[in-house]
């Protein structure tokens, strides 16, 4: 107590020091003028003492409480994310089943789905195409900046401006600029060894993702890219965010200038089909309507190019994503990188030998169904499909001699029983057998020895898609769909083996913006502020010196003004989070409402909380915490139970949907992102339209893939209705408008 | 002690999920405290520590424990005679010199660092954002509020 008391009277000497008058210790006011009548005496210590123990307490419970919120927000976004991830292996594969069956019904072949997915034999030499794009010419109205090669620090500076005065690059640069990055990346090897020698410190930045508020603040803060202030961006540098070409410009035009200090790692969404998915692809689009294929093709060598890893000092590693129990430096610096176009499109199997026949193609398509079927049934974040072994091929009968020699994800999913138990991040097939369809059974052979193709694709992908855990081992990620999760022993191993030391990674948004991990082993960084919504986290970025002792840079772009508080930031990140969630809930309503009437015998409308968070967790197949999230999604029943209808009523179709049945709407809203970027691949002239005859055979594919059944007649008269002007063809912005939920919240607030 | 209904411990149970950055179904000992204000209680510190056994501070950082002990840890915390509404106000209106529904945000910052269970400068600029008006002043009824309204 004697403590206490000492603590309690400098207290007072402080207080009579902010009042401006002497330093007695006594308790009595001293010469405070006084403004109340009555008598304003200090309150007795103890009481002091008591009032302040009783706000701190209270003040910590508000804290503890927010907290909470915030991490229910944080584990809504992030599951959302990865789900969406693992979507986007859905469209892949799509795509692969389109390629197949497009051939079919449209005799000309598949030709704007193979032109973006394969990589064509490109009729132009290197000098042609550099004479092309300089052919293009710039018209006088043009106030952008005017770039020449080889690029000058002018030339960086005035894309910087333009940037910021959000002029748009005209497409001749854009493409110049991609075609001297591929030259240029082209020499590179795959492992790039730096040296901070000359005392030097580098700063390592994490993903952008579309960020360029996020870039130019690092560039205010850490300054330019140059000899004496060399950078390593360690991937994700598009996708997500409005501004990707912009931020792929600048970082370009930097690498261009100082090859030796300026590095770019390749990050897992340097890859065009996630762009396809995640915005990078219409983004491209929509600022370059004429040249934006060109672009496009040029951007997808130019990402695979990238080199995939950065070694400092022969100590430091710094990969995108992480690594495997089977990562090798070596090997990895040995790889043609650039074969692996993408993580989605899975290598070509040795089985294309093996000949199927006609059964093959009678039981592919019936394997649609059973892909979607057995997704629904699936407990949360098993994928299968991705990893498991590839069984036949598609190259069968001659007819199909044009469509892709790719196995279809669609078919290894009957192959793979829910894994369990872990195993080890090599080619997963738990029995180690293929099954392989044929006619109407299966037949079992033994997998080939995976080709030399297949280890390298292996490689670059738990490199560019990984992500550590706590606990020893490594796992397939299944939650993402790709690479594997790395014990601190993984780690240990890599690190030991290749005489490192330490391993600096992205990939994962985290609330600092960094985080260390392995007992100091793995550094996250992480350099897009505000990634899932306004206030959720900062965004940082690392700095080594020749000491190699990480030095950390945070940071958070702030559109307003005035700084949020956090209760404000996480009311809004909150608000964000429970609308996606509710969009979701509204996309799947048969789905829940018959699992729902499943539990609900007597048909009260009700079910117990418990039953209520176990149907949408298994329906939804997020991991989240239903429970504690119900009360922002659903009402309870007097006695205490579930009124499970009103998890859907906030939100409600924007527009008066087109007389259609029921599942067919719903399933419009849940692929609504998959059908946009399907119908923006198939609208050739980017004029917004595309014909009836295109749109019926599109939606008939995909539903066939989906295992949706939607008969041709309700198709027939969906496309009637949105033929608005009956010319014949679809506006599918349009058509996708009628597709968007509203939330009536904000329809209150209008 | 009043118990808590099956769905109440389900709910507990989730949510002391949802602080487990490890994985192994447990949080550290010095996340005890925190999860149970999440859960509505209102502990001091010292009162949670009491309750684990007084570990040193190396415990407090290392040691975890699974939902199964924290349970009735809870209920004991429950147990205790909370405050209220009015406490909270009254024991702002202790610092309200002139009787006219403010306090001084600087008194009110310095009794928060240097007494009791000392909060840090951090912790205290978070509490007070927004606060104070161009005086310096801090009407705490509506500060009650501002804290009680999460």
């Given at each position: 107590?004697?403590?206490?008391?000492?603590?309690?009277?400098?207290?007072?000497?402080?207080?009579?020091?902010?009042?401006?008058?002497?330093?007695?210790?006594?308790?009595?006011?001293?010469?405070?003028?006084?403004?109340?009548?009555?008598?304003?005496?200090?309150?007795?210590?103890?009481?002091?003492?008591?009032?302040?123990?009783?706000?701190?307490?209270?003040?910590?419970?508000?804290?503890?409480?927010?907290?909470?919120?915030?991490?229910?927000?944080?584990?809504?976004?992030?599951?959302?994310?990865?789900?969406?991830?693992?979507?986007?292996?859905?469209?892949?594969?799509?795509?692969?089943?389109?390629?197949?069956?497009?051939?079919?019904?449209?005799?000309?072949?598949?030709?704007?789905?193979?032109?973006?997915?394969?990589?064509?034999?490109?009729?132009?030499?290197?000098?042609?195409?550099?004479?092309?794009?300089?052919?293009?010419?710039?018209?006088?109205?043009?106030?952008?900046?005017?770039?020449?090669?080889?690029?000058?620090?002018?030339?960086?500076?005035?894309?910087?401006?333009?940037?910021?005065?959000?002029?748009?690059?005209?497409?001749?640069?854009?493409?110049?600029?991609?075609?001297?990055?591929?030259?240029?990346?082209?020499?590179?090897?795959?492992?790039?060894?730096?040296?901070?020698?000359?005392?030097?410190?580098?700063?390592?930045?994490?993903?952008?993702?579309?960020?360029?508020?996020?870039?130019?603040?690092?560039?205010?803060?850490?300054?330019?890219?140059?000899?004496?202030?060399?950078?390593?961006?360690?991937?994700?540098?598009?996708?997500?965010?409005?501004?990707?070409?912009?931020?792929?410009?600048?970082?370009?035009?930097?690498?261009?200038?100082?090859?030796?200090?300026?590095?770019?790692?390749?990050?897992?969404?340097?890859?065009?089909?996630?762009?396809?998915?995640?915005?990078?692809?219409?983004?491209?689009?929509?600022?370059?309507?004429?040249?934006?294929?060109?672009?496009?093709?040029?951007?997808?060598?130019?990402?695979?190019?990238?080199?995939?890893?950065?070694?400092?000092?022969?100590?430091?590693?710094?990969?995108?994503?992480?690594?495997?129990?089977?990562?090798?430096?070596?090997?990895?610096?040995?790889?043609?990188?650039?074969?692996?176009?993408?993580?989605?499109?899975?290598?070509?199997?040795?089985?294309?030998?093996?000949?199927?026949?006609?059964?093959?193609?009678?039981?592919?398509?019936?394997?649609?169904?059973?892909?979607?079927?057995?997704?629904?049934?699936?407990?949360?974040?098993?994928?299968?499909?991705?990893?498991?072994?590839?069984?036949?091929?598609?190259?069968?009968?001659?007819?199909?001699?044009?469509?892709?020699?790719?196995?279809?994800?669609?078919?290894?999913?009957?192959?793979?029983?829910?894994?369990?138990?872990?195993?080890?991040?090599?080619?997963?097939?738990?029995?180690?057998?293929?099954?392989?369809?044929?006619?109407?059974?299966?037949?079992?052979?033994?997998?080939?020895?995976?080709?030399?193709?297949?280890?390298?694709?292996?490689?670059?992908?738990?490199?560019?898609?990984?992500?550590?855990?706590?606990?020893?081992?490594?796992?397939?990620?299944?939650?993402?769909?790709?690479?594997?999760?790395?014990?601190?022993?993984?780690?240990?191993?890599?690190?030991?083996?290749?005489?490192?030391?330490?391993?600096?990674?992205?990939?994962?948004?985290?609330?600092?913006?960094?985080?260390?991990?392995?007992?100091?082993?793995?550094?996250?960084?992480?350099?897009?502020?505000?990634?899932?919504?306004?206030?959720?986290?900062?965004?940082?970025?690392?700095?080594?010196?020749?000491?190699?002792?990480?030095?950390?840079?945070?940071?958070?772009?702030?559109?307003?003004?005035?700084?949020?508080?956090?209760?404000?930031?996480?009311?809004?990140?909150?608000?964000?989070?429970?609308?996606?969630?509710?969009?979701?809930?509204?996309?799947?309503?048969?789905?829940?409402?018959?699992?729902?009437?499943?539990?609900?015998?007597?048909?009260?409308?009700?079910?117990?909380?418990?039953?209520?968070?176990?149907?949408?967790?298994?329906?939804?197949?997020?991991?989240?915490?239903?429970?504690?999230?119900?009360?922002?999604?659903?009402?309870?029943?007097?006695?205490?139970?579930?009124?499970?209808?009103?998890?859907?009523?906030?939100?409600?179709?924007?527009?008066?949907?087109?007389?259609?049945?029921?599942?067919?709407?719903?399933?419009?809203?849940?692929?609504?992102?998959?059908?946009?970027?399907?119908?923006?691949?198939?609208?050739?002239?980017?004029?917004?339209?595309?014909?009836?005859?295109?749109?019926?055979?599109?939606?008939?594919?995909?539903?066939?893939?989906?295992?949706?059944?939607?008969?041709?007649?309700?198709?027939?008269?969906?496309?009637?209705?949105?033929?608005?002007?009956?010319?014949?063809?679809?506006?599918?912005?349009?058509?996708?408008?009628?597709?968007?939920?509203?939330?009536?919240?904000?329809?209150k607030e209008q | 002690m009043a118990e808590f209904s099956a769905d109440q411990i389900e709910d507990f149970k989730e949510a002391f999920g949802l602080f487990d950055r490890v994985g192994d179904s447990k949080v550290a000992f010095n996340q005890v405290a925190d999860i149970m204000r999440a859960l509505g209680q209102n502990p001091t510190n010292k009162a949670v520590k009491k309750i684990l056994g007084d570990p040193n501070a190396d415990d407090m950082a290392n040691k975890r424990i699974d939902f199964d002990a924290f349970l009735p840890m809870l209920k004991e915390v429950d147990a205790m005679p909370k405050g209220t509404v009015d406490d909270y106000v009254e024991g702002l209106r202790v610092f309200d010199k002139e009787g006219n529904g403010t306090v001084m945000g600087a008194e009110l910052r310095i009794v928060l660092s240097t007494l009791g269970e000392k909060m840090s400068e951090p912790e205290i600029d978070a509490l007070m954002t927004g606060q104070e008006d161009e005086n310096g002043s801090v009407n705490y009824e509506s500060f009650v509020k501002h804290i009680l309204s999460v």
């Amino acid at each position: 107590m004697l403590l206490n008391e000492t603590r309690i009277a400098s207290y007072f000497q402080i207080q009579a020091m902010i009042m401006g008058c002497g330093t007695s210790i006594e308790t009595e006011n001293q010469g405070k003028p006084s403004a109340a009548d009555g008598p304003s005496k200090n309150p007795s210590p103890a009481l002091t003492m008591k009032a302040a123990i009783l706000i701190q307490r209270w003040y910590r419970r508000y804290i503890a409480q927010l907290e909470m919120r915030r991490r229910c927000t944080w584990n809504i976004f992030q599951s959302i994310e990865y789900a969406g991830e693992q979507d986007q292996l859905q469209l892949s594969s799509f795509f692969t089943f389109m390629l197949d069956n497009f051939t079919h019904l449209n005799g000309n072949g598949p030709d704007l789905i193979s032109h973006l997915l394969d990589s064509v034999v490109e009729p132009w030499t290197e000098e042609g195409r550099q004479a092309k794009y300089e052919q293009i010419s710039v018209p006088e109205s043009y106030t952008g900046p005017r770039l020449t090669f080889p690029l000058s620090t002018t030339d960086a500076n005035n894309l910087l401006t333009a940037v910021k005065e959000q002029k748009t690059l005209h497409a001749r640069y854009v493409l110049q600029l991609l075609h001297e990055t591929k030259k240029f990346l082209k020499q590179m090897p795959n492992v790039i060894y730096l040296s901070t020698a000359y005392a030097k410190e580098i700063t390592i930045c994490g993903d952008l993702h579309g960020r360029l508020d996020d870039l130019l603040l690092i560039f205010y803060k850490n300054g330019l890219p140059s000899a004496e202030n060399p950078y390593i961006f360690n991937g994700d540098f598009v996708d997500r965010g409005k501004k990707s070409m912009e931020i792929v410009i600048i970082l370009f035009a930097f690498l261009l200038l100082y090859p030796d200090h300026m590095h770019l790692n390749r990050g897992n969404h340097e890859d065009h089909i996630m762009n396809l998915r995640y915005g990078f692809t219409k983004e491209v689009m929509q600022k370059y309507k004429t040249h934006g294929r060109d672009i496009l093709k040029l951007l997808q060598d130019v990402f695979s190019l990238l080199p995939i890893a950065t070694v400092i000092d022969n100590k430091v590693l710094v990969v995108h994503g992480g690594i495997s129990d089977r990562t090798d430096l070596d090997f990895l610096s040995t790889i043609e990188r650039y074969k692996v176009k993408s993580a989605l499109r899975l290598p070509r199997c040795s089985l294309e030998q093996l000949e199927l026949g006609a059964g093959t193609r009678q039981g592919r398509a019936q394997l649609g169904s059973p892909y979607s079927q057995g997704r629904a049934s699936r407990s949360t974040r098993k994928r299968k499909g991705y990893l498991a072994r590839q069984s036949s091929c598609s190259s069968t009968s001659s007819s199909s001699s044009s469509s892709s020699s790719l196995c279809s994800p669609c078919i290894s999913s009957l192959n793979t029983p829910r894994r369990n138990t872990p195993s080890p991040c090599n080619l997963p097939s738990p029995s180690g057998v293929l099954q392989v369809p044929f006619l109407d059974s299966f037949v079992s052979i033994a997998p080939p020895e995976p080709t030399r193709e297949e280890l390298e694709w292996r490689q670059v992908v738990d490199i560019l898609w990984s992500d550590p855990k706590i606990q020893n081992g490594c796992t397939p990620n299944t939650f993402r769909g790709g690479g594997c999760y790395f014990g601190p022993d993984v780690t240990q191993n890599l690190l030991e083996k290749h005489g490192l030391k330490l391993l600096i990674r992205s990939h994962e948004c985290k609330q600092e913006g960094y985080e260390i991990c392995h007992d100091g082993q793995v550094i996250t960084i992480f350099s897009a502020s505000n990634y899932y919504e306004e206030g959720s986290n900062r965004g940082a970025y690392v700095k080594l010196g020749p000491g190699l002792v990480p030095r950390f840079f945070q940071y958070q772009v702030s559109r307003s003004t005035r700084k949020l508080t956090l209760q404000q930031r996480v009311n809004v990140a909150e608000g964000s989070a429970l609308k996606a969630l509710q969009e979701k809930l509204y996309a799947h309503r048969s789905e829940l409402m018959t699992a729902f009437q499943q539990y609900d015998e007597n048909n009260t409308g009700s079910i117990s909380i418990g039953d209520w968070a176990q149907v949408v967790e298994s329906v939804l197949r997020l991991d989240l915490p239903w429970r504690t999230l119900r009360p922002r999604l659903a009402r309870l029943a007097p006695d205490g139970s579930v009124d499970y209808e009103s998890c859907f009523e906030d939100v409600s179709p924007g527009q008066p949907v087109p007389q259609v049945t029921p599942n067919f709407a719903e399933t419009l809203y849940r692929y609504r992102t998959d059908l946009e970027i399907i119908f923006n691949i198939m609208d050739k002239d980017n004029s917004g339209l595309i014909s009836i005859e295109e749109f019926r055979q599109t939606w008939r594919l995909f539903n066939s893939h989906l295992g949706v059944d939607v008969d041709d007649h309700a198709i027939d008269e969906m496309a009637r209705i949105i033929d608005f002007n009956k010319d014949g063809s679809i506006d599918f912005n349009e058509f996708l408008e009628a597709f968007r939920v509203v939330h009536k919240l904000d329809v209150k607030e209008q | 002690m009043a118990e808590f209904s099956a769905d109440q411990i389900e709910d507990f149970k989730e949510a002391f999920g949802l602080f487990d950055r490890v994985g192994d179904s447990k949080v550290a000992f010095n996340q005890v405290a925190d999860i149970m204000r999440a859960l509505g209680q209102n502990p001091t510190n010292k009162a949670v520590k009491k309750i684990l056994g007084d570990p040193n501070a190396d415990d407090m950082a290392n040691k975890r424990i699974d939902f199964d002990a924290f349970l009735p840890m809870l209920k004991e915390v429950d147990a205790m005679p909370k405050g209220t509404v009015d406490d909270y106000v009254e024991g702002l209106r202790v610092f309200d010199k002139e009787g006219n529904g403010t306090v001084m945000g600087a008194e009110l910052r310095i009794v928060l660092s240097t007494l009791g269970e000392k909060m840090s400068e951090p912790e205290i600029d978070a509490l007070m954002t927004g606060q104070e008006d161009e005086n310096g002043s801090v009407n705490y009824e509506s500060f009650v509020k501002h804290i009680l309204s999460v």
